[in-house]
């Protein structure tokens, strides 16, 4: 490839990087631009929402509030919807005031984002899951330890490390959890939101043809969404609990069913005679699973090694003769 072109390259590669990085920049900071720039108003709550969204058996959390306002000249009135965090939403209530932020020329067309509403914050955007951003900090930063140990201090054996942080990166993800025990349990009544049966892990990747078998587990469990409304609350909550299947006969949808929530986090809470043994039998048989692939993997290293030391190794004296067997034969023929 001449030099010429591969400049040309090279520059269009960095254009597309910092074209891109400041579209991600724009449209993180797009919020605070409207706060900055749009028209100021007040808005009402109307309605809040807290859904919780189940993906190859994590969950996350959303917090939303909606508001209207009225644009001053306009005949209608708007809406706008947003985000906010867990502490923010539990504190508002329909009919509070919020502050509004918008472009007036922008409220016509659905593309753009034309509204802002105070409480709402971009961290908010983010599905609430702390189990699983631990869990991710703690996968990432132990990895960047180790590249930062060999590639930067240039310790040799910290790469080796990266051999069994596959392995405990493997177990340490996929393998499913129950969720917490109430800490302060208070008794309730609870109605089933929702039931999702889990029953294989390892489901995912990049495309179709990148996306990896799925494991079937032994002993699938459910995800159980419970809506309830706590002690002193002025309004519903959802909580989560994880149960293996079939511990708690005929659970259904729209069903009434008997709970222990935590009084400092209502979020929190077990229903009662359900079993949650999925995580310790879910982790034997990917340890089983990997092990036996290990094992295959370390007959074949030894099967190789075998055969090279049966393989007769050649002589200088017998490639000499070789070599000038090759030659004769190429000067007569």
């Not at 494991?215 to 002025?234: C, G, N, R």
Request: one cysteine or more; charged letters at 15%.
């Amino acid at each position: 490839m001449p030099a010429a072109k591969r400049r040309r390259l090279g520059c269009s590669g960095i254009f597309s990087f910092l074209f891109l990085a400041a579209l991600v920049f724009v449209f993180y900071n797009w919020p605070s631009f409207i706060d900055a720039k749009g028209a100021g108003g007040t808005a009402s709550i109307t309605e809040k929402r807290e859904t919780v969204r189940e993906h190859f058996g994590d969950w996350f959390r959303q917090f939303q509030i909606v508001a209207a306002f009225r644009a001053p000249g306009s005949p209608f009135e708007r809406h706008a919807i947003c985000d906010v965090e867990q502490r923010t939403y539990d504190s508002l209530h329909p009919g509070d005031p919020v502050t509004v932020h918008y472009f007036p020329a922008l409220l016509q067309q659905p593309f753009i984002p034309a509204t802002h509403l105070a409480p709402c914050t971009q961290a908010a955007n983010f599905g609430s899951n702390p189990d699983l951003y631990r869990r991710i900090e703690l996968v990432f930063g132990s990895l960047f330890a180790i590249l930062f140990a060999w590639l930067v201090l240039r310790i040799r054996i910290a790469g080796w490390l990266l051999v069994p942080w596959f392995g405990l990166f493997i177990l340490y993800c996929v393998t499913p959890r129950a969720e917490p025990a109430p800490n302060q349990p208070r008794p309730a009544n609870a109605r089933v939101r929702s039931v999702s049966t889990i029953d294989e892990i390892l489901v995912g990747g990049l495309g179709h043809e990148a996306r990896s078998e799925p494991m079937k587990l032994a002993h699938p469990y459910q995800l159980v969404q419970l809506e309830f409304t706590p002690a002193h609350a002025t309004g519903p909550v959802v909580a989560l609990d994880t149960v293996d299947l079939n511990s708690i006969p005929g659970l259904a949808l729209k069903q009434i069913v008997d709970i222990d929530y935590d009084a400092a986090n209502p979020r929190i809470a077990r229903i009662h005679g359900g079993t949650r043994n999925f995580p310790q039998q879910a982790l034997h048989q990917l340890m089983l699973t990997y092990g036996i692939v290990a094992g295959l993997f370390l007959l074949l290293f030894i099967f190789t090694g075998f055969l090279r030391l049966l393989r007769p190794k050649s002589s200088p004296h017998r490639s000499a003769q070789m070599n000038l067997l090759r030659t004769l034969l190429q000067r007569r023929f």
